[in-house]
Structures are given as structure tokens and as C-alpha cells.
């Protein structure tokens, strides 16, 4: 699903997705395309969170399962399972909302070419901040960091929050480093990706159409 039709209707500058029983969101200015799940080559030493690098549309960029980052227990993929292709590059200014990049300033989406593709359980719907300001997202302690969240805003009724895209640009590193091995399946959402599979050998998801 490509994001070209709805950047032109400011009212709408978020796109929702869940994780676990938790609403998320980013911004569309970030958003590339949402695509389904591709073949994912693995990276040795790589953060925990990233299960490997993909070729996406000529490009090589970090997947990262957001359910390993925030802690979550394992879940196979489905049907409902999306990428968030997005762009985790560096932004101009200061303030919450520039950093998740919902200000609609040229350089807050002015593209960086560092991609990243975010592994979602679902992805739910375009919507509109409003004319309201994030809000802050609460202190947990020592998960902060790896939530990484810009704030909260409220949809249907009820919370999101709304990742900093900037905090994720350190998980593209592996690209930058270019350390690679054979192409295989990844292990199941949430497991430790550190971890040797039984078996060798050339290993793949099952190839989907991106969408």
C-alpha cells in the first residue's frame, strides 16, 4: 500500500498499526509503503531487535520486529503481519513533534534515504492528529529507550503512541557496516535472533507480492 493518496490530506498525518494489544502509530510524512513480508537475510551481531536486512525495491534495509524491541512473546506470522517501510533518517528542528515527523515543515519530510522496515502485527488505519499536541508519553523506567516514543495522541477513543522515528535510525546501522551471511528464515517473532536454526542452507519466507 503505497502512501502517495493520502499525503495530500493534511488531516490525515498518521498511520496506525498494532503491536501486542497496544495501538501505535507513526507519521505518514515518514512512510514510504507498507508492504507484505519479504525475504530477510540475517545479520550477524546485529541488535536484537533487527531479525536481518531484506531487498526492498532495489534498496537494502534493517527489519526490525517490533515486538522483540518492546519485550513481547513470540507469534507467528500471518496473514494480518505488515512491514512499515519507512524513512529513520535525521530531521531539522526541535520540539515532539518534528521528531516523529508530524510537522508538515519541507524539511520534516524531506527524504533521507535511510530506510528502515518496521515488522507490525497489523496495520489499522490513516487518521489525523488533530490540531492538539502530542502529548508526553509516560516515564517506565528502563524501557524508555527502547520504546522510543515521541508522545501520545488519542484515536477512536482511545491511546497511541507515536513512535520517534529518529530514535530507530542506530537499528539501520547493520546496513551501514554491511556484514551479511546467507539468506534464511527468520526466527519466530520474538525469539532470539542470535540463535542458530536446525539445518543450513539457503532459507526463505514465503515470497508475498508487496503491495
Known sequence: MSMQRYRHDPSKNLVGFVVGDVEYAVAIARVKEIANPLVVVPMPHAPRSVVGVAHYRGEVVSV???RIRFGLPATPTTRKTKWIVMDA???LGDGSAVHAGLSRAPEAAA???RLVALVVDAVTDVFGSGSSELRPAPSLGGGDDARGLAGVT???????FVLDATRLRPLAD???R???GGSRTPPAR???PGKEPSGAGRRSLPARTVT
Do not use: K, N, R, Y
Open 178 to 180: 554491511g556484514e551479511g
Open 64 to 66: 526490525v520486529d517490533l
Open 111 to 113: 527524504p533521507t534515504g
Open 89 to 91: 533518517g535525521p530531521e
Open 174 to 176: 547493520p546496513v551501514a
Open 190 to 192: 520474538g525469539d532470539d
Open 154 to 160: 488519542t484515536h477512536a477513543d482511545g491511546l497511541v
